[in-house]
């Protein structure tokens, strides 16, 4: 296996961690000199497609959130998030790490997720510096 194969491969792995499938449609919000190039990278290399900005008004598979202590008002995120969420997507919440600039506690995710009727379904180390929580709309909410 050549390096390149193998770099690919281990890309991969970043975006399958989160449960992504070749041709889901990602959003990113939150974007900053700060956010996971590999992880992005291998979002984009998984799913075939490039990520849509926050900007856009398409609907979407997933909304990939980077979210720092700071970034403003979680609840009101999230909310905004959810609107161009299809039905059966997924809000991937991306926080530094515990000891890192921004970490965001557990505790304000869950509070401010519940509010905006959201469920947490996993959490994960996503990658060096990021934990990943899984966040999905309860069925027929909307």
Known sequence: MSAT???AQGERGLAERLGLKPGQ???EIGWDEDSDQELRES??????????????YDV???VLMWWRDGDG?????????LRSLA???QIWLLTPKAGRD??????DIGEDATTAGLSQTSS???????SGTRLVAPKGRR
């Open 124 to 130: 994960i180390s996503a990658t060096s510096d990021w």
């Open 60 to 62: 979407v598979d997933v």
């Open 43 to 56: 979002i984009e290399d998984l799913t075939g497609n490039e990520m849509l900005d926050e900007e856009s």
């Open 73 to 81: 008002d979680l609840f009101d995120a999230l909310s905004d998030a």
């Open 25 to 27: 449609v990602v959003q």
């Open 102 to 107: 921004g970490h965001v506690e557990p505790s």
């Open 87 to 89: 039905e059966g997507g």
């Open 5 to 7: 194969a193998g770099q």
